[in-house]
């Protein structure tokens, strides 16, 4: 997505806003939360980059894990096919299924939306004291579809100079 404050972002020396748990009582598998991604879809940020940011035991995350199987063959096979399932054909990445999932979630949550701005609308956007109106949140939306729209170009393109993927 290109967060450039997640395990592999850049504002931080250790992996940021990340955790994960285990249910000992009733084992089921780990867990893993991302939060806090309000630089999730910056335009431009590639953010697949190596960064060394696991190393010890309390900075694990998947990231770093990433990092560490990439050297393993079997592992890069399986991640050039999948690639090639999810970016392609019907894949959950292709643009039509990606802006089909957003569009789907920001209906939603549309009427929410608006009673955020009710709440919230006065409290400025951070940038200048422009209150946040239906207009902004329309005009997220429409970023967000220009992001997505032009990410898998963007994101091929570095897996491919990367290795981890051959192209088409």
Do not use: C
Not at 74 to 96: N, P, S, W
Not at 128 to 143: E, G
């Amino acid at each position: 997505s290109g967060n450039k404050d997640g395990p592999g972002g850049t504002f931080t020396n250790f992996p940021n806003n990340f955790y994960a748990i285990f249910n000992r009582a009733s084992p089921d598998g780990w867990k893993y939360f991302a939060h806090d991604m309000e630089h999730t879809f910056d335009v431009g940020a590639p953010r697949i980059e190596i960064r060394d940011r696991g190393v010890q035991w309390q900075h694990f995350n998947v990231h770093w894990l990433h990092e560490q199987l990439i050297e393993n063959a079997r592992y890069i096979r399986r991640f050039k096919k999948r690639v090639g399932v999810h970016f392609f054909g019907d894949g959950a990445l292709t643009r039509e299924n990606a802006l089909a999932r957003l569009d789907a979630r920001s209906q939603e949550i549309h009427e929410a939306m608006i009673a955020h701005s009710a709440r919230w609308g006065d409290a400025g956007n951070g940038r200048s004291n422009r209150p946040y109106t239906r207009r902004t949140w329309l005009n997220a939306v429409k970023s967000l579809r220009t992001f997505i729209a032009n990410r898998n170009e963007d994101l091929l393109d570095q897996f491919i100079r990367l290795g981890w993927y051959q192209g088409v």
